[in-house]
């Protein structure tokens, strides 16, 4: 049975990052708009936060998040806003930052992802070690875990680090590798197998799935918000995309679930937040008003603002 929808954002506080992975979404734009959220978004986010009804969760991603200069600010304005926190993390800054998050937010940190990218850490054992002290001086009710994207020549590597961090009793996912926006097929059949057991929950949903026409909760209850204040339905693009800019004011959320109008979903966050309703699929009316709504949409964002650069599948 599909879970109940779970009022979910994401927002992109900094596109800036003390890693370069070569497969990082974010590189190419990086290298040109390496910056962190300004001000005036922050201003409007908070805005935002405060208006939101009910209590949402916020993800807070980057590039990577925590070098934000107002990180802290953030997290306790979100908690003061009656929100709570999802925070995924290259894990790279010392623990003692790490642990001043999991003081800041408490209980309210529900989930914690570290982001382990092999090309980039010097050390595996001293980040296992980091990992199980993290886990231990966490919130009880906070969700830790590794992850990783899985690289095929690396397979074997990250199921030996997997098997270190378990015994440590820190939770590894894969993360499904994808390139220019689609899950790649693993060429080798026992690494196929092997890995989807431990992929982040509910990818084996929407891996290959079509799900044109379905309807989705996408733009109403989740939606991602890029450094600049630009929100989009979720991590496709599609002619119902663009939701206009926090900053600017002119974001709209939906309000009902409306059709998925993108060729492939690959995402994995919707789908943990029961944002898809996978057995029902809009009519042809249905249809035709998510295609005129998209098309009035568009042309209202472009008039009230110049279309700035929509937000990649970016995550530390
Ligand atoms: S791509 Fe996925 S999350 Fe986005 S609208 Fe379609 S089904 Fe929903
Ligand atoms: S994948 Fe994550 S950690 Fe790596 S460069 Fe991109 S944002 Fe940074």
Redesign the pocket.
Request: net charge positive.
């Given at each position: 049975m599909s879970k109940a929808p779970e009022p979910s954002l994401e927002w992109e506080i900094t596109t800036q990052c003390n890693y370069h992975c070569d497969y990082c979404c974010a590189k190419t734009r990086m290298i040109v708009t390496n910056r962190h959220g300004s001000d005036e978004t922050i201003a409007a986010m908070f805005k935002l936060l405060n208006e939101l009804p009910g209590q949402w969760s916020v993800k807070l991603i980057g590039g990577e998040p925590l070098i934000h200069p107002r990180f802290f600010e953030i997290v306790q304005h979100t908690i003061d806003a009656g929100h709570t926190l999802v925070i995924t993390t290259n894990f790279s800054l010392p623990l003692k930052r790490i642990r001043q998050l999991a003081e800041t937010a408490g209980d309210k940190l529900t989930v914690l992802t570290a982001s382990l990218h092999l090309t980039e850490v010097k050390d595996v054992d001293e980040f296992i070690a980091k990992a199980a002290e993290f886990n231990r001086v966490k919130h009880p009710s906070t969700v830790f875990l590794v992850t990783s994207v899985c690289l095929e020549e690396k397979f074997g590597e990250l199921k030996g680090i997997a098997e270190k961090l378990e015994a440590a009793g820190v939770r590894f996912a894969f993360q499904a590798l994808k390139v220019d926006g689609k899950f790649v097929k693993y060429s080798n059949a026992e690494i196929e197998q092997g890995i989807v057991d431990k992929f982040v929950e509910n990818t084996d949903k929407?891996r290959g799935a079509d799900?044109y026409g379905?309807l989705?909760h996408?733009g109403e209850l989740f939606f991602r918000v890029n450094v600049d204040g630009q929100v989009v339905?979720?991590y496709?693009s599609q002619p119902l995309y663009n939701l206009g800019n926090v900053t600017d004011g002119t974001f709209r959320r939906f309000t009902e679930a409306k059709p998925?109008l993108?060729a492939r979903?690959t995402?994995t966050v919707?789908a943990n937040r029961g944002?898809?309703l996978y057995t029902q699929k809009a009519n042809p009316v249905q249809m035709a008003l998510a295609q005129g709504e998209g098309l009035v949409r568009r042309v209202q964002n472009k008039l009230a603002s110049s279309e700035k650069q929509p937000l990649d599948p970016v995550e530390s």
């Open positions: 929407i799900l379905t989705c996408t339905r979720c496709n998925c993108a979903c995402c919707p944002m898809i």
